[in-house]
C-alpha cells in the first residue's frame, strides 16, 4: 500500500500528462462453463480508484482470446476507452513473442499519445528475427548444465536464458540438460558423452563439488567446449592443476582448507575479514583479455567490464606453474593482477571465467561469450 500511496502522489505533484498507470490483469478461464470471467478485473480496478489512482491502460492476461464484448463491458466498468483494453494472451513458444503481441494491440501508441511524446513508430524487425529463430532455427545442439540446484526451476534462470540468447544469435534451437553434479562422480561419461557443451555455473559449498571436476576433466579429455561461470572457473583450475600440472590434491580453501596445494584461496588482505558479505568481490570490474585468447575473439576488443559475485579467487601463487603446464590466462583484472579468465589454447574452446557474464545478456544481443559457447558446440557436432 505505501508503494500505491507514493504513485498517487507522484501523478498529483507532475500531473497525469506525465504519469501513465497501466495495471495488468488476469481473466480467469473456467472451462467448464467455457467462458473468460472480467469480474475480478473489475474489482481490482475498482480497488486502486478507491485510493486515487485510475489506470489508464487495462492488460489483460488471458488464456482464450476476448470478445469485442468483454473489451466494452472492461472499458464500461473500468473506466478506460475500448482501445486501452489490451489483450495479452499466453504465448506459443516463448515470453519474448510479447513484444510483437503487444505491439499488435497498438500499446506503444497508447504510451506515446499519452504522454505527448514525438516517437517514430517502433521498427520491430529484430523482434521478428528473434522470435522467427526460436520458432525455426536452422541447428540444433545440446548443452548439459551441471549444477547441484538443477531440480530447482529457476536457480540458474539467468543462465539458461542467457544460453537461449546465444541459441538465438546462432540461428540454433539448444537443449538444455540439466545434470546433478552428484550423479557423474563415478561415471560423467554416462551423463556427458552426447552433450556438444558443457556449462559449469556458479555456487558455493563443496557439495557436489568432485562431480564438477569430473565433468571439467571429461569436457577437457574429449576436447568438448567448455564454459565455467564463476565456480566453473574455479573447477577447471582445479582440475588443470590435479590432473595436467601433476598437483596432487590440489583444491580450494573454500572445500578443503587443509590442501597441500591451495590454487584458489581468498585474498590475503581478505582473510581477516569474517563477515562473507565483507570478503566479497561485488559489482562490475575491468578486465584486460590478452589478444590471443578465445575471450578476445568472442568480444572483439581488449578492455571490457563484468560484473562479479565471490569470495575466492585463483592464487597467483600458482599462476607461473599452471602457464608452464599449458593453461592460458585469458584475462586479468589490471588494478589487482588478478587471474579473471583462463583458458585453454590446446582445446576446441575452454573458456573459464571469474565473473558472471550472464547478467549482461539479452534476446537480441546474447553475450559474446555464450554465443561464441554455442557457436563452438555448433563446429563440435558437426
Not at 171 to 198: F, M, Q, S, Y
Not at 206 to 215: H, L
Not at 264 to 290: S, V, W
Request: with cysteine; aromatic share 8%.
Amino acid at each position: 500500500l505505501p508503494f500505491l500511496e507514493a504513485m498517487r502522489q507522484f501523478a498529483l505533484e507532475v500531473g497525469r500528462g506525465d504519469v501513465l498507470f497501466l495495471h495488468c490483469t488476469l481473466l480467469p478461464y473456467l472451462k467448464a462453463a467455457g467462458e473468460l470471467k472480467t469480474k475480478p478485473s473489475q474489482q481490482s480496478v475498482a480497488k486502486l480508484r478507491e485510493i486515487g489512482i485510475q489506470c489508464d491502460i487495462l492488460v489483460c492476461r488471458t488464456e482464450e482470446p476476448m470478445t469485442n464484448e468483454m473489451r466494452q463491458k472492461l472499458s464500461l466498468f473500468c473506466n478506460v476507452p475500448v482501445k486501452a483494453v489490451i489483450e495479452e494472451m499466453d504465448v506459443e513458444t516463448s515470453i519474448y513473442e510479447l513484444p510483437l503481441a503487444l505491439k499488435a494491440e497498438n500499446i506503444d501508441d497508447l504510451v506515446v499519445d499519452h504522454l505527448g511524446l514525438d516517437a517514430p513508430d517502433s521498427d520491430m524487425k529484430v523482434w521478428h528475427d528473434v522470435v522467427r529463430r526460436l520458432k525455426a532455427p536452422s541447428h540444433k545442439v545440446e548443452i548439459g548444465v551441471v549444477g547441484k540446484y538443477i531440480e530447482l526451476q529457476d536457480a540458474y534462470k539467468s543462465v539458461y536464458e542467457s544460453i537461449i540468447h546465444a541459441g538465438i544469435a546462432n540461428d540454433t534451437n539448444v537443449r538444455i540438460v540439466r545434470i546433478d553434479a552428484e550423479d557423474i562422480e563415478n561415471d560423467p561419461a554416462k551423463h556427458l558423452a552426447t552433450l556438444d557443451g558443457i556449462l559449469i555455473p556458479g555456487g558455493f559449498g563443496d557439495r557436489g563439488t568432485e562431480g564438477k571436476i569430473a565433468a571439467a576433466k571429461f569436457a577437457r579429455e574429449h576436447d568438448i567446449p567448455y564454459f565455467g561461470l564463476c565456480l566453473g572457473m574455479q573447477i577447471a583450475v582445479i582440475d588443470f592443476a590435479r590432473n595436467v600440472a601433476g598437483l596432487e590434491d590440489a583444491n580450494s580453501t573454500e572445500f578443503d582448507p587443509k590442501t597441500p596445494h591451495p590454487v584458489i584461496d581468498i585474498m590475503e588482505d581478505q582473510k581477516d575479514l569474517t563477515t562473507k558479505g565483507g570478503n566479497m568481490r561485488l559489482g562490475a570490474c575491468p578486465c584486460e583479455l590478452a589478444e590471443d585468447s578465445f575471450s578476445f575473439h568472442a568480444y572483439g576488443r581488449k578492455d571490457i567490464q563484468e560484473r562479479h559475485r565471490h569470495r575466492y579467487e585463483f592464487n597467483n601463487t600458482y599462476r607461473e606453474q599452471l602457464v608452464k603446464a599449458g593453461l592460458r590466462i585469458g584475462g586479468i583484472n589490471p588494478e589487482r593482477d588478478l587471474v579473471e579468465i583462463v583458458e585453454i589454447p590446446e582445446h576446441a574452446w575452454f573458456v573459464a571465467v571469474q565473473f558472471h557474464p550472464e547478467f549482461q545478456s539479452k534476446p537480441n544481443a546474447a553475450h559474446p561469450l555464450f554465443a561464441n559457447f554455442i557457436a563452438a558446440a555448433l563446429k563440435y557436432k558437426k
